[in-house]
């Protein structure tokens, strides 16, 4: 609109002054071919024709001699001669003022030529242009953010659509499948192919689920068999002879593999959410002060102090019996890999951001390099090759932070590890009413 604006007014503008040259050349000639009066009947007849052409015969000092016009303008002349004033102009009984542009020439012993043309017509097109162009504008604008709006609130109530179903589902809900409407869009077609993909990963969970149901039926329960049996074998054996330190040995691989076995099997149901449904209010106090009552004799005997702080409730949705073994997985590990004389401490923080349980030791410590690899599953440091342990108790503390939205951080304590599990708050926390 801008430049047709521009370009309109620049047309009128040279076709006004074209117009203006012709006519200034025509009188000029006529001029000097019939002398001032000859011109001055020109210019008379000119006028009494009436129409858009405006002219002015005057003398030295400016006095009309012949025209339409009752007076010279009082205007200064701009470049090339070109002159712009407001003029008179009789409308039957009334007088109106319009606008003009015109040219200037000088003729022979200091007369005066003016020749113009009405542009009241082509001034109210430019007040028009610029009194239509704000408001034109204006409405686009108001109209393109209305339609802008209304076109990013249906893409993004889509999206919040695909995005609230996707967290339904990581939260464990892999029934949830996300809605598919009769438009038959892009976001229709992306919604199929989600719900085929979602089809695909809860038969492959439900086969998986079905596994781990059938080995935990089928060799769980003959281990622990053998387990009773080798334990009866031992009884009838003298603790001196080598049958029965051999059987003590398989007794105690067996209880290896009984807990390689379970925590396994614990890992893969936080990992796949299955135990999400059991999620409850659980306060964090008393789980660190009951593993801190479990693994105070464990410490006891490895020559370890072990400090307990659980001043804080903190209470989240979460699976008590897993938030147990994460922390007696940390604590346990501390235990493990700390000197005799050394500390290990186990602390229940609050801030406004959640929760953290933070267990720290003085022992030989994680590097850093190795912080992100332990937590896969049988990941053994060349350090603690000789210690026993199946590699899967930062596993399972990884996989339990997953479940309950949480973060497993691991920092350097200078010396030692300090293994932070760090909870998202959902429950206000209430004063606390323990502290050891």
């Known amino acids: 609109m801008g430049f047709i604006y521009w370009n ?65 303008p009082n205007s200064q002349i701009g470049r090339g001669g070109f002159i712009e004033f407001n003029y008179e102009r009789r409308v039957g009984a009334d007088a109106e003022l319009r606008h003009a542009r015109g040219k200037v020439f000088q003729l022979g012993q200091g007369f005066l030529l003016l020749v113009a043309r009405d542009i009241h017509d082509r001034t109210q097109l430019v007040s028009l242009f610029t009194t239509m162009l704000p408001w034109s504008v204006g409405l686009l604008l108001l109209f393109g953010l209305a339609g802008g709006y209304l076109l990013s609130h249906n893409f993004l109530a889509r999206l919040d659509i ?17 809605p598919v409407t009769p438009a038959g869009d892009e976001f229709d077609d992306l919604a199929g192919h989600l719900n085929r993909m ?26 622990n068999r053998l387990r009773n049996r080798l334990e009866s074998a031992v009884a009838h054996e003298t603790p001196d002879s080598e049958a029965g330190r051999d059987i003590a040995c398989a007794v105690e691989e067996t209880d290896g593999l009984i807990a390689t076995f379970n925590a396994l099997l614990l890992i893969a149901e936080a990992e796949a959410g299955s135990v999400r449904e059991s999620k409850e209010a659980a306060d964090l106090s008393p789980i660190v002060e009951g593993v801190g009552d479990l693994y105070g004799p464990v410490a006891d005997e490895n020559g370890v102090s072990l400090l307990v702080n659980y001043g804080t409730n903190a209470v989240i949705k979460g699976n008590r019996n897993l938030l147990t073994q994460a922390v007696a997985n940390l604590v346990d590990n501390a235990i493990k890999y700390t000197p005799k004389g050394g500390t290990v401490s186990v602390t229940l923080e609050s801030d406004r951001g959640g929760y953290a349980v933070v267990v720290a030791d003085n022992g030989p410590g994680i590097p850093q390099t190795d912080r992100a690899r332990v937590v896969e599953r049988f990941v053994r440091l060349e350090s603690s090759r000789n210690s026993p342990g199946t590699g899967l108790g930062l596993s399972l503390v990884a996989a339990v932070a997953r479940l309950h939205d949480a973060q497993l951080v691991l920092e350097d304590n200078g010396p030692g590890l300090r293994a932070i599990l760090r909870f998202p708050r959902e429950v206000r926390t209430v004063p606390a009413i323990a502290a050891q």
């Open 198 to 223: 979602l089809d695909r990963i809860e038969r492959l969970m439900a086969g998986m689920r079905e596994v781990s149901d059938n080995v935990a039926h089928d060799l769980r329960t003959p281990l």
């Open 8 to 72: 309109t007014t620049r047309v009128l503008d040279v076709q006004t002054d074209d117009t203006i040259d012709a006519e200034v050349t025509g009188l000029v000639e006529q001029y000097q071919r019939l002398g001032l009066p000859g011109l001055t009947d020109v210019i008379i007849g000119r006028s009494v024709r009436g129409g858009q052409g405006l002219y002015v015969l005057a003398s030295r000092n400016r006095r009309p001699i012949a025209g339409n016009l009752d007076s010279w």
């Open 162 to 178: 695909i995005n609230r179903t996707s967290r339904e589902i990581m939260a464990g809900d892999l029934s949830r499948r996300v």
